[in-house]
C-alpha cells in the first residue's frame, strides 16, 4: 500500500513552509489565491487527501489551547425592527445556531442588512475586516430578494427557500414530508374532509411545498385548500360550513377559538391541527419543526466548508431537509371515531381573502 501523503509532501515539492500548505488548504486568505490554487492542484496531482483523525485531533487541541474564537456571520436581510412573529420557531433556530456553533469553537456575529446604513458593500467590508470567512444567510422577508455579497471569498449556507439568488446550500425543514405525516395522523383517526388555511406569505416562503403535498395526498380524503392575505373569521367560518369539514390544518390558535366561539366541539365534532406549532408545547396539536437542529446543521454544514476551504458559488448545491415530528395537544382527537364508507370527492383550492 503507498503510504500517505502530508502536507509536508506538497511544501516539500513546491519549496513551501508546511504552515503555508495548512492554511492554504482550509481556504485561509491570507495566502494569495494564486498560491493557494498552486497547493490545490499539486495536492491533487499527488492524491493528497486529509486525515479526518487528524484533523478533529488538532481542532480539540486549538480549542484547548487558546480563548480565540473564530467568527461566523449571520445575516438578516431586513432592519432590526422587523416582526419577527411572522417566523414562527425562528428564536428556535439562531438558539440552535448558536449553541452549535459555540461547541465548535466560533462566535456568532449578527448583522442586519438596510439598518443603520448598512448596505451590501459596507456589509462585505466589515466581513473583510474581520475576517470573517462565512456567513448564514437567514430566512428573508420576501421569498426571492436577491442577496449581492462577494461570493468568492465566502463560504455561505442559507436557511430555508427564501433566498433564490444566489443558489446557496440549503438547510431547511421537510415541508413536503411535514404535511403528509400530518395527514397520516388525521386520517388515522378517522378524519376524513380535511381543510388548509394557508398564509400566502407562508405558502411562498415554503416554497409550496405543503400546499402541494396537501393536495397531492391521495389516501381517501377530501381535501380543499383556502389561500388568504388576511384571515377573517366569518369568511373561515362560512368556509369551513360549505365544505362540512370535520378537521382543519392552520397557522396559529387563532381559527380553534373562532370555531369554539361559533360552538364547534373540538376535537369531537372538528379537528385542528396547526401545520408549525410555534414551540415545541403548545395547545395545539400539530406539527413541530425541529428549528434548533435547522440551526445546528446550517452551522455543521458551514463549519464542513470552511474546513475544506470551500469558497464561492457551488455548480450543485446541496439541500439538507430536516424532519418534523407530530405533538399532541388538545385538539386532535387521540383516537378514531366510528368508521363509516366514503369517497374521495376531490381537491380545490379558493380564496379566503
Same mark, same amino acid.
Given at each position: 500500500m503507498a503510504p500517505r501523503r502530508t502536507q509536508r509532501d506538497i511544501a516539500e515539492r513546491l519549496g513551501l513552509h508546511v504552515t503555508t500548505v495548512s492554511k492554504a488548504l482550509r481556504g485561509d486568505e491570507r495566502i494569495a489565491q494564486a498560491t493557494r490554487e498552486r497547493i490545490r492542484r499539486?495536492?491533487?496531482?499527488?492524491?493528497?487527501?486529509?486525515?479526518?483523525?487528524?484533523?478533529?485531533?488538532?481542532?480539540?487541541?486549538?480549542?484547548?489551547?487558546? *480563548?480565540?474564537?473564530?467568527?461566523?456571520?449571520?445575516?438578516?436581510?431586513?432592519?432590526?425592527?422587523?416582526?419577527?412573529?411572522?417566523? !414562527?420557531?425562528?428564536?428556535?433556530? &439562531?438558539?440552535?445556531?448558536?449553541?452549535? *456553533?459555540?461547541?465548535?469553537?466560533?462566535?456568532? +456575529?449578527?448583522f442586519w442588512l438596510h439598518e443603520d446604513g448598512l448596505s451590501e458593500k459596507r456589509l462585505a467590508a466589515i466581513l473583510d475586516t474581520r475576517h470573517i470567512a462565512g456567513v448564514v444567510i437567514a430566512p428573508q422577508m420576501r421569498r426571492g430578494t436577491p442577496l449581492h455579497l462577494p461570493w468568492h471569498r465566502l463560504a455561505a449556507v442559507s436557511i430555508g427557500h427564501t433566498l433564490l439568488e444566489p443558489e446557496l446550500p440549503v438547510v431547511a425543514t421537510d415541508h413536503f414530508r411535514a404535511m403528509t405525516s400530518l395527514l +397520516?395522523? &388525521?386520517?388515522?383517526?378517522?378524519?376524513?374532509?380535511?381543510?388548509?388555511?394557508?398564509?400566502?406569505?407562508?405558502?411562498?416562503?415554503?416554497?409550496?411545498?405543503?400546499?402541494?403535498?396537501f393536495l397531492a395526498y391521495s389516501e381517501g380524503l377530501d381535501v380543499t385548500v383556502a389561500l388568504y392575505e388576511q384571515l377573517e373569521r366569518e369568511r373561515f367560518l362560512d368556509w369551513v360550513n360549505k365544505h362540512? @369539514?370535520?378537521?382543519?390544518?392552520?397557522? /396559529?390558535?387563532?381559527?380553534? +377559538?373562532? &370555531?369554539?366561539?361559533?360552538?364547534?366541539?373540538? !376535537?369531537?365534532?372538528?379537528?385542528?391541527? *396547526?401545520?408549525?406549532?410555534p414551540g415545541e408545547?403548545?395547545?395545539?396539536?400539530?406539527?413541530?419543526?425541529?428549528?434548533?437542529?435547522?440551526?445546528?446543521?446550517?452551522?455543521?454544514?458551514?463549519?464542513?466548508?470552511?474546513?475544506?476551504?470551500?469558497?464561492? @458559488?457551488?455548480?450543485?448545491? /446541496?439541500?439538507?431537509?430536516?424532519?418534523?415530528?407530530?405533538?399532541?395537544?388538545?385538539?386532535?382527537?387521540?383516537?378514531?371515531?366510528?368508521?363509516?364508507?366514503?369517497?374521495?370527492?376531490?381537491?380545490?383550492?379558493?380564496?379566503?381573502?
Amino acid at each position: 500500500m503507498a503510504p500517505r501523503r502530508t502536507q509536508r509532501d506538497i511544501a516539500e515539492r513546491l519549496g513551501l513552509h508546511v504552515t503555508t500548505v495548512s492554511k492554504a488548504l482550509r481556504g485561509d486568505e491570507r495566502i494569495a489565491q494564486a498560491t493557494r490554487e498552486r497547493i490545490r492542484r499539486e495536492a491533487e496531482n499527488i492524491g493528497y487527501v486529509p486525515d479526518p483523525a487528524l484533523s478533529s485531533l488538532i481542532a480539540y487541541r486549538q480549542r484547548k489551547s487558546t *480563548a480565540y474564537r473564530a467568527s461566523i456571520g449571520w445575516i438578516f436581510n431586513h432592519d432590526r425592527q422587523t416582526d419577527m412573529s411572522i417566523f !414562527p420557531g425562528y428564536a428556535d433556530i &439562531l438558539r440552535g445556531a448558536r449553541e452549535r *456553533a459555540r461547541r465548535l469553537g466560533y462566535a456568532v +456575529d449578527e448583522f442586519w442588512l438596510h439598518e443603520d446604513g448598512l448596505s451590501e458593500k459596507r456589509l462585505a467590508a466589515i466581513l473583510d475586516t474581520r475576517h470573517i470567512a462565512g456567513v448564514v444567510i437567514a430566512p428573508q422577508m420576501r421569498r426571492g430578494t436577491p442577496l449581492h455579497l462577494p461570493w468568492h471569498r465566502l463560504a455561505a449556507v442559507s436557511i430555508g427557500h427564501t433566498l433564490l439568488e444566489p443558489e446557496l446550500p440549503v438547510v431547511a425543514t421537510d415541508h413536503f414530508r411535514a404535511m403528509t405525516s400530518l395527514l +397520516d395522523t &388525521l386520517r388515522k383517526r378517522d378524519y376524513r374532509r380535511i381543510g388548509l388555511a394557508l398564509w400566502r406569505e407562508d405558502n411562498e416562503r415554503m416554497d409550496r411545498r405543503a400546499q402541494s403535498a396537501f393536495l397531492a395526498y391521495s389516501e381517501g380524503l377530501d381535501v380543499t385548500v383556502a389561500l388568504y392575505e388576511q384571515l377573517e373569521r366569518e369568511r373561515f367560518l362560512d368556509w369551513v360550513n360549505k365544505h362540512e @369539514l370535520d378537521a382543519v390544518v392552520v397557522r /396559529d390558535a387563532t381559527p380553534l +377559538d373562532w &370555531l369554539t366561539q361559533a360552538g364547534y366541539r373540538v !376535537p369531537e365534532q372538528i379537528g385542528v391541527a *396547526a401545520y408549525t406549532l410555534p414551540g415545541e408545547h403548545a395547545r395545539l396539536s400539530g406539527i413541530y419543526h425541529n428549528h434548533a437542529r435547522v440551526g445546528e446543521l446550517a452551522v455543521d454544514r458551514l463549519a464542513q466548508m470552511l474546513q475544506f476551504g470551500e469558497r464561492g @458559488l457551488p455548480e450543485c448545491p /446541496d439541500r439538507l431537509l430536516v424532519s418534523a415530528s407530530w405533538r399532541e395537544g388538545g385538539t386532535v382527537r387521540l383516537s378514531p371515531a366510528m368508521t363509516h364508507p366514503y369517497d374521495n370527492k376531490g381537491r380545490f383550492t379558493e380564496e379566503l381573502g
